[in-house]
């Protein structure tokens, strides 16, 4: 088991940046394929970007390709979410999950582990 806390959560202006951390316990980091997602209000979940275990692969949503970049230290056990050029359209609560089985997986139904989220608000 494995158990995922988001931080780095708050409010930006467009144009921002801003960095989510994603802080995994109860199991070694390397083991799990890691992903960001997010759920805006009144829609529903959706993709953002992925990182194989190693970090040597990443893959992206469309919306956010060239502004956001997903890290990983599995040293530290974390895996991280650097977004630039923030639009109000990104604001939403930021979800990370695991994965042992996937090598990547842009699916949510490939994570079987999730955090509660941490909400990015974007002002313009």
């Known amino acids: 088991q494995v158990q995922l806390v988001e931080s780095g959560g708050g409010l930006v202006q467009a144009g921002g940046s801003l960095r989510l951390s994603c802080a995994a316990s109860g199991g070694t980091a390397s083991r799990y394929v890691m992903g960001w997602f997010r759920q805006a209000p009144g829609k529903e979940r959706e993709f953002v970007a992925t990182?194989?275990?190693?970090?040597?692969?990443?893959d992206y949503a469309g919306s956010v390709k060239g502004r956001f970049t997903i890290s990983r230290d599995n040293a530290k056990n974390t895996v991280y979410l650097q977004m630039a050029s923030l639009k109000a359209e990104d604001t939403a609560i930021y979800y990370c999950a695991a994965d042992r089985t996937a090598y990547i997986s842009t699916r949510q139904m490939d994570y079987d582990y999730w955090g509660q989220g941490a909400q990015v608000t974007v002002s313009s």
């Open positions: 990182i194989s275990r190693s970090g040597t692969s990443t």
